[in-house]
């Protein structure tokens, strides 16, 4: 078994059970529920895991709530929240889920940390805890040295771990709603449909050169913040790197070798979920 394989064993377990579990909930007496509420720039997501921390239920939803890392739909996104919050307790039986945490894009804190804990306190959550999106994600990649760069929809976030401990975070706004902006204007066609042919899997191997040029700028971003760190592997995560061959582009850019999971878009909400406590946040 190669290095790679062993590193995303278990993120790959989690999300396939993930997965499964969007569809069908598993219905079963918890003493406690912990949810991570992904608040992306082109996906909500909310994951639900019992107390064994193991997948219980799970929704998402593309919206257009928050642009650039930032909320700016407030009472739009509190009402989306609000509404997959209730679908999932009507699915598990449950009277009431009440503990959540939630994530921003790193070293964004100052300035959007507050926003995105109202959004989750409005939705009617008890927030637990809030961290930074690619450190979240290292709950499930649990690796101990390398990068970990999550390029959501409008920002790419990178967090340098040595030793298992976060050494350096930093973001940048350019990520798949950029992808979908240089789709739409090389072919001509409108931002909503690029959008649905980015996702498209079967519509990649023919969009990856049109897309080339903004994957090489996102790998001139890693590049930059990872100089002067001795950085030997780069992890992947994040709805926009669900695009086959990204990690292959990236690599080549940075020299570094470069890895994914099978699907990358859920590793970071399954994360906030597992740092998901019961004590209630001031």
Do not use: W
Request: net charge negative; aromatic share 6%.
């Amino acid at each position: 078994m190669s290095k790679k394989d062993v590193t995303f064993q278990y993120c790959d377990e989690i999300i396939d059970q993930f997965e499964k579990v969007c569809k069908h909930p598993i219905v079963e007496k918890s003493s406690v529920y912990y949810a991570g509420v992904d608040l992306g720039t082109a996906c909500i997501v909310v994951a639900v895991l019992d107390e064994n921390r193991r997948p219980v239920a799970g929704r998402y939803q593309y919206a257009d709530v928050v642009r650039d890392g930032m909320v700016v739909d407030y009472f739009g996104a509190v009402q989306i929240i609000r509404e997959m919050k209730a679908q999932l307790e009507e699915e598990l039986g449950v009277e009431e889920l009440l503990y959540a945490a939630a994530a921003i894009p790193p070293g964004t804190d100052t300035l959007d940390g507050g926003a995105v804990k109202n959004v989750i306190q409005g939705a009617g959550f008890e927030i637990t805890n809030l961290l930074d999106e690619s450190t979240a994600a290292n709950a499930v990649l649990r690796i101990k040295n390398g990068a970990i760069v999550d390029i959501g929809g409008g920002t790419t976030g990178i967090s340098i771990f040595k030793d298992g401990e976060v050494v350096y975070v930093a973001d940048e706004p350019t990520g798949g709603t950029h992808f979908s902006l240089v789709l739409a204007g090389a072919l001509h066609i409108p931002f909503e449909e690029a959008e649905l042919k980015k996702r498209d899997p079967a519509h990649h191997k023919e969009i990856l050169p049109v897309l080339k040029p903004v994957v090489e700028k996102v790998a001139a971003i890693v590049k930059q913040h990872i100089q002067g760190y001795n950085v030997d592997e780069i992890y992947l995560v994040g709805g926009t790197c669900c695009l086959t061959g990204i990690e292959g582009i990236i690599q080549k850019q940075t020299g570094i070798p470069t890895f994914k999971p099978k699907n990358p878009m859920f590793a970071t909400p399954l994360g906030i979920a597992l740092n998901c406590k019961q004590e209630v946040m001031d």
